[in-house]
């Protein structure tokens, strides 16, 4: 017998073996220094600010619990955590002491929304309702508000579009740059069958919001088709493509309606299609487009001052002053 001492004098099969072996210690080290540099680097980033601020009313609620104010914000706290069920127990609590019922049962209207449990969050809701409508600032209460839109959101999940007319009505009483009370109340209204009342409601939503909200510009093309309105449908079907993210398909079904009853909202529609994605020129060729349709337009007059034209800034031939807010979409759109 004699012993190797040279890989010269390695077989080829002695020679592949060792190979093969420190590729797999290289392999099972490099394994071991990357678990050990990831657990070296890793930190637990501990509880969220929404834990931590649980964590320390739990404590305030267990030291006193008599503290409605603690509780209240601890159910609160699980709300917001979407912990619904905890939510509960402390609006329960607090409502059987009778301190700061009209708090209690709108909070915990919400959570009983986060179960499903409507019919339950639509009788916290009315009870806001009843304890605030009277109320000498009720006609301002945000609040009230948001209770009556609570309502009419439940009355549509349910079925009932005119039980919604009516909340959401009085909701955007109270406050009528309500955008989301607006939504809500046009899309009842085409489910009552009022296309021409939607069209209106939904204008003054878009209004506020004029890109990057879907709905009610899927909503407004519903109520356009029930008019018989196609080319005003087929724009409001592109302004939500727009919405969505959309450009290019917004900018093929605006181009296909520049002429006729649309033209307006089309120009408009292209320019802001233009304006999202940067191209200034065609935007302001776009806006030029829409004034010579109307010159008095405040939705094109304000978007050439966005895009850098200076004439925009000129007062119309008229002489009027400037509407504070643009109009909406088309030539008889709503209120702003």
Not at 168 to 178: E, F, G, K, P
Not at 201 to 230: K, N
């Amino acid at each position: 017998m004699f012993r190797v001492n040279s890989v010269a004098r390695m077989s080829d099969r002695q020679l592949d073996r060792s190979i093969k072996r420190l590729g797999v210690l290289f392999l099972v080290l490099l394994v071991a220094f990357i678990a050990f540099y990831v657990v070296d680097r890793y930190r637990d980033p501990g509880p969220t600010m929404i834990d931590r601020n649980i964590i320390e009313l739990e404590e305030a609620v267990r030291t006193d619990p008599a503290d409605v104010v603690a509780r209240g914000r601890l159910a609160d706290m699980y709300v917001a955590a979407t912990r619904y069920d905890e939510a509960i127990v402390q609006y329960d609590a607090i409502l059987e002491t009778g301190k700061e019922t009209e708090l209690a049962h709108f909070g915990r209207a919400k959570a009983y929304m986060g179960t499903g449990a409507l019919d339950a969050a639509a009788a916290d809701y009315e009870a806001v309702v009843e304890i605030a409508k009277d109320g000498e600032m009720a006609h301002v209460d945000p609040l009230l508000n948001a209770a009556y839109f609570g309502l009419g959101s439940i009355a549509l999940e349910q079925g009932r579009p005119d039980d919604a007319v009516e909340q959401l009505t009085l909701a955007v009483n109270i406050r009528r740059s309500d955008a989301d009370s607006l939504n809500l109340l046009g899309l009842a209204l085409v489910q009552t069958g009022e296309p021409e009342q939607a069209v209106e409601i939904l204008q003054r939503a878009v209004a506020f919001v004029p890109l990057g909200w879907v709905e009610p510009y899927e909503t407004m093309a519903l109520a356009y088709t029930d008019l018989g309105q196609q080319a005003r449908a087929e724009w409001a079907g592109a302004m939500a493509d727009l919405s969505a993210n959309r450009p290019e398909e917004a900018r093929t079904r605006l181009l296909a309606i520049t002429e006729g009853d649309a033209a307006l909202d089309a120009a408009i529609g292209l320019a802001l299609v233009a304006e999202t994605q940067g191209d200034f020129p065609a935007a302001v060729e776009w806006y030029t487009k829409a004034l010579a349709i109307d010159p008095e337009n405040a939705a094109a007059r304000l978007g050439l001052t966005r895009v850098g034209d200076p004439a925009a800034s000129a007062p119309a031939a008229s002489g009027a002053p400037l509407p504070a807010l643009p109009e909406p979409g088309s030539v008889d759109g709503g209120e702003g």
